[in-house]
Structures are given as structure tokens and as C-alpha cells.
């Protein structure tokens, strides 16, 4: 009867919670039952819980240890808790499955791509190499083996000689046309005679049954792994190929041709691009997209990566101002402050430049989490960049990437990680299963969906106030407002208006925040006086909301050293900023 129930709770999509207490009690008393065991390890791969479904794996191996689907499961799972024990037992996988003909195809990308980010080459390049007539795979493959060339310096693989002999490949340019022939004798009629013993460069006359002579130059002679290398690379030149990519051969090496061929090729998609992403940011400090909005508009859905550019190359992060929380409900008295992606960054910033301990320990989702462990894969595995293009119509535009970016960037990621391990208690919700199970959601945005939607489960669980400057939960209606706090508020609430750590929010260009006069006043100091400061920062967040600090700023500025047009010029300035930056005009308000 417990089976038959346990099977009807499944079917009916909901209850997931009492779900999964009743498939790991089945799991732990009763008999092996493998459809149990696939569906206690769907839903924990949903819930991200990849401890427990790691042991599921371990149940079902233990009785067929050679199942392909939770081999590669387990493997996904290993991947994922990333410690140093799961490197002994990802070598044992990665043994397996080089010789193992997959009968279960979106393995084959996962398992192999798994393997080569770990560092396992030989196994996860045979791999691919083996299902290279996929086009997906083929993607895969030259990544895979662009990762290889960067990060090993005695290959095994992708070999490269000066001489053919037995068993290489042989890329060679006949009448302008690119060709590969493989020195295999057995498959082979005169030409493996012919070509033996050749050189790299060779030009090289050859009969075949007429008695025309046809004129080769050897071009490459190297293993199997770089002709399929090669090979991709001049198929992706055909405009009916179907690879995800395009190849294009740049001849000249004037930069200024070389610019005019980027431009023609690329300079109309980088128009349209940069035309998206612009428009996506200006919506942003228009108020019309909230921070998750223009996160996976016009940064490819990176939260930490727009959050910085935010900061860096943009005008900052816009917050609703304190006065616009001064006048909701008081929200409940609590401890549980949930936190996402929008609090995450400027908590741990104030952290780490002022060594600020909270009272209380945030509960973070599991996906945020999780989304931040991918990020530090990649980065760590993926091949380096050293330069970025921005391509329009109009110009070519080049950014060096120093080493150093790449260090700090997993430095960064390392302590927030850290920080999130010591400061909060990552959480999930059986319910998003229910929810999930139940509504029918684009790939793309399978991350977006848990994130969000388990932010707000748990917030609502734990009776517990959102904290977050993304407006997202309130545009769309998934949560009250009352039951949130702002990073400014919330800050300010434990440290008080005038501590140190505030300029954190002045630093990172908050529009909205509400510094205090001596904020206000001192960075004019530095300013007037050529010292670091951040006056133009708090200047652009005056606005009539801070009248009070901007008289002082006027007096401060009629006593100071700057002659009468300086004076003039700063004061003016002030106004026109405060008239600019005015209170929210009716639309937003009522927009909540």
C-alpha cells in the first residue's frame, strides 16, 4: 500500500515534501525498488540536494554498477559537492565511461564535459571525439579542446608532426580546396605510398587513375584529435554546416584592413546588440526594469558580473529611497532576513572593508548558492581570455584582460563563498517542486525560475523579511513590499546613520540612498581640499528628498575657499540636481 501511495503522490504533482519523507524512508527500510530510487533522484536534482542524491546513486550502483543514467548522475552530483574526496571517485567514472558506448545521448555532452573541466583530457576528449558526428558534440569538442591546448603543457593528445608515417592525418590544399586523408594502408590505394615519408610544406604531384597530375601542399600532418579539429573548423566555413558557429579566414594583417573586415562582418550584430543592451540598462534607471530584468536582458543572466558592471561602467544600482519605506505598515518583528543576489554583493562588500559582523545569521536560497559554485567552476576551467572585442559598425573596440582579472575574479567568488558559509543558512523549499512539476518553464530560464521562486518560498516559510534592492518580487506581484527591507535600511538599522561602513552604498553609486549631511559634507571637503572622494556620487543622488543637507552644502560651500564663480557654479548645481532627481513621480508609486 505505501508503494501504490507513494507512486499516487508523485502522479498527483503536489505534497512533495511528504514525497520525499516517504521515498527516503522506502529507500532506508524497504526492499529496492529502481523506479522509486529514479524518482527520489529526480526530485532532489530539482531541489539541488546533491548530498542525498548522491546517495540514492550509491543504493542503486550497488546493485547494477554499471547503470549508465546514475553513473552519470553520480557524476553530476561529485562535480557539484566539489571536495577533495570526490577526486578519487570522479577518477574511477572517468575510467568507465572512456570506453563505454552511451545509449542515452544527453549523457554524452554532460558526462564528457564534466571530465574535461576536471581535468580528466584523454578520457573526456575520447569521448567526444567518439559522438563528433552530433553537431552539438562538435561544439563541445572544440571547446574541449581549446581548454586542453591552454592548460596542458606535455599533450597526449592534439599532436602536431613534420613527417607522414603510418596511422597520422594529412591536411592538405589542392586547387584552393581544403581536404584530410588519413595514412591508413589497408583502406588506401597508392597515394598512402605516395605521401609516406612527405614533409610538412611538401608540394607534392600526384597520379591517380587518368593521367592527370594533381597538385597537393601538405598543409598539417598530426593525430586524429586535431584533424577532427580541423575539419570542424573548415565545415563551419559552409553556410548549411548546422554548427552552432562560423569560421572566417582574416588575410590580411594591415590593422586597418583588418578592422574594416571585422566591422563588415560583425559591425551590424554588434549595432543591434549593443542597441539591446543600452536600451535594456536605460529602462533599468528609468525604473521600468527592475534589477533581475535588466540582468537578463543586457547581461546574460551573470547577477554578479551586471552587478559589477553596474557599478563600474554604468550609473550605479537604483533602490527606492528610505522615505518610500518610511510610509508602509511596519513589517513583523523577526530574525529571518532571506537575502538574494541584490543584498548578497553589498553585504559582503561592508564585510570585507570594515569587518562587520551581523547579529544574525541570513538564510540564502540553495539555487543562489548554487549559481554561485557554477560561476567558480567556469571560470576556473574554462579557457582564459586575454582580449575582448566590441564590434559595431562604427569602430573595433579592444580590452586587453590581464591575468590578474582572472585571479581576482575567483579570489572574489572564494570569499563570497566563504562569507555565505559562515554568515548564512542556505535553504530550499520541497515546494518549488510542486511548482515546478506543475507549470512549464523554457530551459533558458530554469535558473531565473529557481532562484526567484525559492527566495520567496522560504521568505514566506520562515515568516521572514525579504531583504533586497530588486523590485522584481513587486512588479510582478509575487510578494508585499511591507514584508521587505532594503540593504540601506536594514544596514542603518544595526550600525545607525552615520557609520563609516555607509560609504559602502555612496562607493558603489546606490541611487536612492539617503546620506546623512556629514557624509554629504565630508566628501566635499576631500573634494575642495584634492583628496579621494566620492562628492560626485552623493551629488548625484540630491534630490528634493535631501533639501535639509543641501542647504548645509550650500553654507559649507559660500564659506569655503572656491572663488565666487566656482561657488556659483556648484551651487547652481545643486539645483538643478534637486529639481532633476525629484520626488517618484505618481506612475511608480502606484506601481505598488
Known amino acids: 500500500q505505501l508503494f501504490f501511495y507513494i507512486h499516487s503522490l508523485y502522479i498527483a504533482k503536489k505534497d512533495s515534501d511528504e514525497l520525499l519523507t516517504l521515498l527516503e524512508k522506502w529507500r532506508l527500510n524497504f526492499s529496492f ?16 540536494d546533491w548530498n542525498r542524491c548522491l546517495q540514492i546513486c550509491n543504493t542503486f550502483l550497488d546493485k547494477d554498477k554499471e547503470d549508465e543514467a546514475f553513473l552519470s548522475l553520480k557524476l553530476k552530483c561529485l562535480d557539484a559537492i566539489n571536495e577533495d574526496w570526490c577526486d578519487n571517485e570522479i577518477k574511477l567514472i572517468a575510467k568507465f565511461f572512456k570506453d563505454h558506448t552511451f545509449s542515452i545521448e544527453q549523457n554524452i555532452p554532460i558526462v564528457a564535459n564534466i571530465l574535461v573541466n576536471r581535468g ?21 569538442y572544440l571547446n574541449a579542446t581549446l581548454i586542453y591546448s591552454q592548460k596542458t603543457q606535455n599533450r597526449e593528445l592534439l599532436k602536431e608532426f613534420n613527417e607522414i608515417t603510418d596511422g597520422c592525418f594529412v591536411k592538405y590544399e589542392s586547387n584552393g580546396e581544403i581536404n584530410f586523408f588519413e595514412m591508413d594502408k589497408k583502406n588506401s590505394d597508392n597515394l598512402y605510398d605516395e605521401l609516406l615519408g612527405h614533409k610538412l610544406g611538401d608540394v607534392i604531384s600526384i597520379k591517380r587513375m587518368s593521367s592527370k597530375d594533381y597538385s597537393i601542399r601538405i ?65 533599468y534607471y528609468k525604473g521600468e526594469l527592475s534589477f533581475t530584468e535588466v540582468i537578463m536582458q543586457a547581461f546574460r543572466s551573470d547577477y554578479l558580473g551586471g552587478y559589477t558592471s553596474l557599478i563600474c561602467e554604468h550609473s550605479g544600482i537604483l533602490i527606492l529611497p528610505l522615505s518610500f519605506y518610511e510610509s508602509l505598515p511596519q513589517s513583523v518583528n523577526t530574525t529571518n532576513y532571506v537575502i538574494d543576489f541584490s543584498s548578497l554583493a553589498i553585504l559582503y562588500q561592508i564585510t ?11 538564510l540564502i536560497s540553495v539555487f543562489t548558492m548554487d549559481m554561485i559554485k557554477q560561476k567558480l567552476r567556469n571560470i576556473q576551467s574554462e579557457p582564459k581570455s586575454e582580449l575582448s572585442v566590441v564590434v559595431t559598425s562604427k569602430d573595433v573596440i579592444k580590452y586587453q584582460i590581464s ?17 555565505i558559509e559562515e554568515n548564512c543558512e542556505v535553504v530550499v523549499s520541497t515546494r518549488v517542486i510542486d511548482f515546478k512539476r506543475n507549470i512549464d518553464i523554457e530551459y533558458q530560464k530554469n535558473d531565473f525560475i529557481d532562484y526567484i521562486l525559492n527566495t520567496l518560498l522560504v521568505c514566506e516559510e520562515k515568516e521572514g523579511i525579504l531583504l533586497t534592492d530588486d523590485l522584481v518580487y513587486f512588479k510582478f ?17 544595526i550600525l545607525g546613520d552615520q557609520h563609516p561602513a555607509l560609504i559602502e ?58 572663488d565666487m564663480d566656482q561657488q556659483e557654479i556648484e551651487i547652481k548645481n545643486i539645483f538643478i540636481n534637486m529639481l532633476k532627481n525629484g520626488p517618484l513621480s505618481n506612475e511608480i508609486i502606484e506601481g505598488f
Request: charged share 25%.
Open 33 to 48: 525498488q529502481p523506479d522509486l530510487l529514479k524518482i527520489e533522484a529526480d526530485l532532489c536534482v530539482i531541489l539541488r
Open 120 to 140: 580528466y583530457f584523454v578520457e573526456g576528449i575520447e569521448i567526444l571525439y567518439k559522438y563528433s558526428h552530433r553537431n552539438d558534440i562538435r561544439s563541445s
Open 219 to 283: 598543409l598539417r600532418i598530426m593525430d586524429k584529435y586535431l584533424c577532427l579539429h580541423d575539419k570542424i573548423f573548415e565545415e563551419a566555413k559552409q553556410p548549411l554546416s548546422g554548427l552552432p558557429m562560423e569560421s572566417f579566414n582574416i588575410n590580411s594583417t594591415d590593422p586597418e584592413k583588418m578592422k574594416q573586415d571585422f566591422i563588415s562582418l560583425f559591425g551590424q550584430q554588434g549595432d543591434q546588440e549593443k542597441l539591446f543592451r543600452e536600451t535594456a540598462i536605460n529602462s
Open 352 to 362: 570585507k572593508e570594515h569587518n562587520i559582523t551581523y547579529p544574525n545569521k541570513f
Open 403 to 419: 591575468e590578474n582579472v582572472h585571479q581576482n575574479n575567483i579570489a572574489y567568488l572564494e570569499g563570497l563563498l566563504r562569507w
Open 477 to 493: 506581484n509575487l510578494a508585499q513590499i511591507q514584508f521587505s527591507m532594503s540593504t540601506e535600511q536594514y544596514i542603518k538599522s
Open 505 to 562: 552604498f555612496i562607493k558603489n553609486k546606490y541611487i536612492g540612498f539617503t546620506f546623512s549631511e556629514k557624509q554629504l559634507l565630508d566628501e566635499f571637503d576631500k573634494k575642495i581640499n584634492s583628496h579621494d572622494n566620492y562628492y560626485t556620487n552623493c551629488f548625484e543622488n540630491i534630490s528634493m528628498i535631501s533639501a535639509p543637507q543641501c542647504v548645509k552644502l550650500v553654507n559649507k560651500i559660500t564659506q569655503s575657499q572656491l
